[in-house]
């Protein structure tokens, strides 16, 4: 139990530090903006950039994966992802610190793939709904703890310190994720040897619902998540600290969610899922 325990932690840990890169651009849009000459709306698009890159590219390189083993394939994706960091905070051109973007969108989307493999393996099936959410939570912790921490680390001492420390952490995961997760762990075969066999899924409309669904869901959080920092700063005039408090409420519900979503699958699945999701759209 107490091996479970430390691999569910650091199988949460490398989510969050997936999160943390990502969400880290929406609170440091206007100090990214100021060190390059572009304004914020073209800093912005580092937000669709990287969301972009993000979807379009993990089927493909999830379709590479194969059989090879998936604790390899993990640290492969993070050592990219590590020195994608370290390249973005290092960055002298806006065009560089897009193309590092790009390079970590695409590792991320494929690492999230495999951090599930491995929590449904491991966790016995009383205890798999309660891991898969928290490894989502990982992403509400982000939001939380890490994008206000961004946005403080900016503020202080420049935008790139925050890069700099998700690349620091992510070196030094890079060792716990090879002595706590199993090296023989491979994908099971599921007989589809082309992407567009992967695709075939889509012709299900149970899986064209729930991929519009979250589509949608997500957009519309983003559209205002993103420029968030800039509307409280610039439109409304509202102090730095105040806007890092923002992100903080906004996180803790995400979080808050993620585990209700957990509680709701052990106990009644997707009984009560249609009554939730009519619920959220009608706000």
Known sequence: MQK???QSFILILTSFLLGFSEFIIVGILDDIAASFPVDVSTA?????IFALSYAISTPFVTTLIGQKRLLNVLLFLMSIFTIGNFVTAM???YAVLTLSRVVVAVVSGSGISVIMAFATYLAPMERRAWLIAWIFS???????FGVPLGTFLSTQFGWRSAFYLIAGLSFIL????????PDDLRQKSSGATRFSDQLAIFK???IQLSAFVTMFSIAGIYAVYTYLRPIFSTELG????????????YGFMSLISNQLSGKI???RGLLTCRKFILLKFSY
């Open 4 to 6: 479970f325990k430390t």
């Open 44 to 48: 912005g698009y580092l937000v669709t």
């Open 91 to 93: 960055a002298p051109t």
């Open 138 to 144: 990982g992403f509400s912790i982000a939001s939380v």
């Open 174 to 181: 890079l060792f716990f994720l090879k002595i706590s997760l």
């Open 204 to 206: 299900d409309s149970r």
């Open 238 to 249: 509202i102090a730095p600290s105040l806007v890092t408090l923002a992100f903080t409420a």
């Open 265 to 267: 699958a052990e106990r």
